[in-house]
């Protein structure tokens, strides 16, 4: 069975700049997470999708961070514009419907703004 | 609100040697604990998971034991190796969201 793929592995950019970020979570999975891990920190819920729906957007900074979900499969998550303080690994999981199901990580997109 | 605190770390052990991780935790409701592992460039990968008080979650050598009365949800394994090298978070959801702690780098030693 294939893992949550996250694209790209690292990014560079300058502030300011806007980047995105994709996920493809594993078939079938009915729940899309969107984390960010700054260093040192454990990971951040930002959003959280269930199908194409949002369910929870609570720490989604929505004045530059914006997420798409478009027929409840793929992901994007976007910055724009980009501040030094959002450099961090972002992270997508993924899980089935149900509440208390085992959440599935991707590898991560490491997030560098200078 | 939810949260979840985890010794600091770097953890420095030798192959062999005994390990903890200590995690506690505050939670409105009924939490499932779970700890999750990270090796060196790679994505979370849940470790093992407690649903319930009292339950004890074990996988791979490791284990972790709900405690209601003191909540906490510490990390235990008898024997360590250098493969185990990597950061262990403790996490807790009480519906969907998982709710993290800062994470314990582990170290191991020849």
């Known amino acids: 069975e294939a893992g949550v793929a996250q694209s790209p592995r690292y990014k560079i950019i300058e502030k300011r700049q806007s980047v995105a970020f994709w996920c493809n979570p594993i078939?079938?999975?009915?729940?899309l997470y969107w984390y960010q891990q700054i260093l040192g920190q454990g990971p951040k819920l930002l959003i959280q999708?269930?199908?194409?729906?949002?369910?929870?957007d609570s720490q989604l900074p929505k004045d530059r961070f914006s997420a798409e979900r478009l027929k409840g499969v793929d992901s994007t998550l976007k910055i724009q514009p980009a501040k030094l303080e959002d450099s961090a690994v972002y992270l997508c999981?993924?899980?089935?419907?149900?509440?208390?199901?085992?959440?599935?990580f991707g590898p991560g997109t490491r997030l560098t703004v200078l | 609100g939810n949260s979840v605190t985890q010794m600091e770390g770097p953890v420095t052990l030798s192959e062999e040697a005994f390990l903890t991780i200590n995690c506690t935790y505050t939670?409105?409701?009924?939490?499932?604990l779970f700890w999750y592992v990270q090796y060196p460039g790679e994505g979370l990968q849940l470790l093992l998971k407690a649903t319930k008080a009292d339950d004890k979650g074990s996988n791979k050598g490791f284990e972790a034991t709900y405690r209601k009365e003191t909540t906490s949800f510490h990390l235990e394994k008898g024997s360590v190796q250098v493969s185990d090298s990597a950061v262990y978070f403790c996490?807790?959801?009480?519906?969907?969201?998982?709710?993290f702690g800062k994470g314990t780098m582990l170290l191991v030693s020849p």
């Open positions: 999708f269930q199908n194409n729906g949002v369910v929870d």
């Open positions: 939670a409105t409701g009924y939490p499932s």
């Open positions: 996490a807790l959801t009480v519906t969907s969201t998982l709710t």
């Open positions: 078939s079938g999975h009915a729940t």
């Open positions: 999981a993924s899980s089935l419907e149900r509440a208390g199901n085992e959440q599935f």
